[in-house]
């Protein structure tokens, strides 16, 4: 691990401008996973900007009905959360599929959203990455890629998002509050939080340069069967080759998110409108323009059976 300079930030505003200034600054909080990425050196920070003290911790009502969750309430205490359990249950099931009970015991609601791809080649520093080392190249096209993104891609980057939360979130209508370094404030749509790889893979989010996460906000609830189903490789502390959140009211209508099939959390609205005509219709649309590897093509279908038997536990 390389030196680097920590200062524990004293408010919100002059975190997000001491990061806007400098380029080589990351803020920490939970570190499960910047920690790893530096002792890599697959991130090289000179400097660290400790939030932990900045009061970010709290889930609280809001006058529309819904919750704000701040960005460092840690995940095992999110999941535990009484109303998240009663009203968002989508939420607290994908929490609990994720990583270990020693990491989400550390792990913040702002770092769920914003860990980086567990692809091997990019953690494998004697391997080209675009995301980790841009116009490198990417060896997960032509290697080995049975776990990588079969929609969303491009011909610079493969690589999928791994975050659990996301997609729950996602299929909630999330909202992101931040802020930025001039200490101006705003909202962004969780569908708008993450971006595809483009030819700018190493961009992973909308958010600029110092911007800080203060608070995830969710509307208010929507009801119905909220069930999140994770398919991978063993039963736990592994991150999904597919899965799906998915919110049904009883007449068959709802609404659904998939992981570990993209760069980002995937929803297609107009696929939600075909979830009470089964689970081949949902799939159609929601991987229309699907493109595979040949080694991830499995990925396709395995999307549809999900679906389905999330359908099925839905209908009881």
Same mark, same amino acid.
């Given at each position: 691990?390389?030196?680097?300079?920590?200062?524990?930030?004293?408010?919100?505003?002059?975190?997000?401008?001491?990061?806007?200034?400098?380029?080589?600054?990351?803020?920490?909080?939970?570190?499960?996973?910047?920690?790893?990425?530096?002792?890599?050196?697959?991130?090289?920070?000179?400097?660290?900007?400790?939030?932990?003290?900045?009061?970010?911790?709290? +889930? /609280?009502?809001?006058? %529309?009905? =819904?919750?704000? #969750?701040? @960005?460092?309430?840690?995940?095992?205490? &999110?999941?535990?959360?009484?109303?998240?359990?009663?009203?968002?249950?989508?939420?607290?099931?994908?929490?609990?599929?994720?990583?270990?009970?020693?990491?989400?015991?550390?792990?913040?609601?702002?770092?769920?959203?914003?860990?980086?791809?567990?692809?091997?080649?990019?953690?494998?520093?004697?391997?080209?990455?675009?995301?980790?080392?841009?116009?490198?190249?990417?060896?997960?096209?032509?290697?080995?890629?049975?776990?990588?993104?079969?929609?969303?891609?491009?011909?610079?980057?493969?690589?999928?998002?791994?975050?659990?939360?996301?997609?729950?979130?996602?299929?909630?209508?999330?909202?992101?509050?931040?802020?930025?370094?001039?200490?101006?404030?705003?909202?962004?749509?969780?569908?708008?939080?993450?971006?595809?790889?483009?030819?700018?893979?190493? +961009? /992973?989010?909308?958010? %600029?340069? =110092?911007?800080? #996460?203060? @608070?995830?906000?969710?509307?208010?609830? &929507?009801?119905?069967?909220?069930?999140?189903?994770?398919?991978?490789?063993?039963?736990?502390?592994?991150?999904?080759?597919?899965?799906?959140?998915?919110?049904?009211?009883?007449?068959?209508?709802?609404?659904?998110?998939?992981?570990?099939?993209?760069?980002?959390?995937?929803?297609?609205?107009?696929?939600?409108?075909?979830?009470?005509?089964?689970?081949?219709?949902?799939?159609?649309?929601?991987?229309?323009?699907?493109?595979?590897?040949?080694?991830?093509?499995?990925?396709?279908?395995?999307?549809?059976?999900?679906?389905?038997?999330?359908?099925?536990?839905?209908?009881?």
């Amino acid at each position: 691990m390389r030196p680097f300079t920590y200062e524990r930030a004293s408010s919100i505003e002059a975190a997000a401008k001491v990061a806007a200034s400098n380029s080589q600054a990351k803020f920490i909080a939970g570190g499960t996973n910047l920690l790893d990425l530096m002792k890599l050196e697959i991130e090289t920070p000179a400097h660290l900007i400790d939030v932990n003290d900045l009061g970010l911790d709290k +889930i /609280e009502a809001t006058s %529309e009905g =819904g919750l704000r #969750i701040g @960005a460092l309430v840690r995940n095992t205490d &999110l999941a535990a959360d009484e109303t998240v359990r009663r009203d968002y249950g989508l939420l607290s099931r994908a929490l609990v599929a994720g990583a270990s009970g020693q990491l989400r015991n550390k792990a913040t609601t702002a770092g769920n959203l914003l860990q980086r791809t567990r692809c091997p080649y990019f953690y494998d520093t004697n391997q080209p990455c675009n995301k980790r080392q841009p116009g490198s190249g990417c060896s997960a096209i032509g290697g080995f890629s049975r776990q990588h993104a079969v929609i969303g891609t491009s011909d610079a980057c493969i690589a999928t998002h791994p975050s659990d939360m996301a997609v729950a979130l996602r299929t909630l209508d999330a909202t992101i509050e931040s802020v930025k370094g001039d200490g101006s404030r705003r909202s962004i749509p969780i569908a708008d939080l993450h971006r595809l790889p483009g030819d700018t893979p190493e +961009i /992973e989010t909308v958010l %600029e340069p =110092g911007e800080f #996460i203060t @608070a995830v906000l969710l509307p208010r609830p &929507l009801g119905g069967k909220h069930i999140y189903r994770k398919v991978r490789d063993r039963a736990s502390y592994a991150f999904a080759l597919v899965s799906v959140g998915a919110v049904i009211q009883p007449d068959g209508t709802g609404r659904v998110a998939v992981g570990g099939i993209a760069h980002k959390p995937w929803r297609v609205e107009a696929a939600d409108t075909e979830l009470p005509n089964g689970a081949r219709a949902t799939s159609r649309v929601l991987l229309a323009d699907a493109r595979s590897t040949g080694q991830n093509r499995f990925k396709i279908d395995l999307v549809e059976r999900t679906l389905g038997a999330v359908i099925a536990a839905a209908k009881g």
